[in-house]
T-cell receptor, first 109, second 112 residues
Framework: GAVVSQHPSRVICKSGTSVKIECRSL??????MFWYRQFPKQSLMLMAT?????????EQGVEKDKFLINHASLTLSTLTVTSAHPEDSSFYIC?????FGDGTRLSIL | DAKTTQPPSMDCAEGRAANLPCNHS???????VYWYRQIHSQGPQYIIH???NNETNEMASLIITEDRKSSTLILPHATLRDTAVYYC?????????????FGTGTSLTVIP
């Protein structure tokens, strides 16, 4: 069964909306989680490393004020896409301890 | 950045062995070789990993060269459900909190 759970699996929102995606580790604690973004026909691109109890570490070129990450507990990290626009439409995937969630398909109209 | 190179695509006949190569010439001594696959619109699925010895599990075998600069993932009897993008990644052990950087992967198509 899944060991990393993502919610929601799909989101369709209007431009300007902020969207929160949850990533939960099931049956284990994760002090570190990772967030990826994947555009069609491309590979996964690491966006940021989520650290429990401290600030996330962002990869070069990823706006920290645009993609807010909170890792308030050892089993939950959230990614909030603030004021989303059509160019933020993508497949967002989280991982912990080598296990990946099933991804969240974000579509901004 | 990804430290691996893989062919962009491969075909394999159903029932035959699929051999997927990966080059990782700059791998460090404490880095493992991981293989994942991704079926369309799903998250990556773990297949196998190894440090320097060959490994086998119920899904696949991993052959790592003695100098550790390359490896091959072997799916012994490919089925249509093995059609996916296969990613080879080098990284420290996952419980160290180290990042995985994905390369472009190999798109494997299993042909009936």
């Amino acid at each position: 069964g899944a060991v990393v759970s993502q919610h929601p699996s799909r989101v369709i929102c209007k431009s300007g909306t902020s969207v929160k995606i949850e990533c939960r580790s099931l049956d284990f604690q994760a002090t570190t989680m990772f967030w990826y973004r994947q555009f069609p026909k491309q590979s996964l691109m690491l966006m940021a490393t989520s650290n429990e109890g401290s600030k996330a570490t962002y990869e070069q070129g990823v706006e920290k004020d645009k993609f807010l990450i909170n890792h308030a507990s050892l089993t939950l990290s959230t990614l909030t896409v603030t004021s989303a626009h059509p160019e933020d439409s993508s497949f967002y995937i989280c991982s912990a301890d080598g296990h990946f969630g099933d991804g969240t398909r974000l579509s901004i109209l | 950045d990804a430290k691996t190179t893989q062919p962009p695509s491969m075909d394999c006949a159903e029932g035959r062995a699929a051999n997927l190569p990966c080059n990782h010439s700059t791998i460090s001594g404490n880095e493992y070789v991981y293989w994942y696959r991704q079926i369309h619109s799903q998250g990556p699925q773990y297949i196998i990993h190894g440090l320097k010895n060959n490994e086998t599990n119920e899904m696949a075998s991993l052959i790592i060269t003695e100098d550790r600069k390359s490896s091959t993932l072997i799916l012994p009897h490919a089925t249509l459900r093995d059609t996916a993008v296969y990613y080879c990644i080098v990284s420290q052990l996952w419980n160290t909190g180290n990042q995985f950087y994905f390369g472009t992967g190999t798109s494997l198509t299993v042909i009936p």
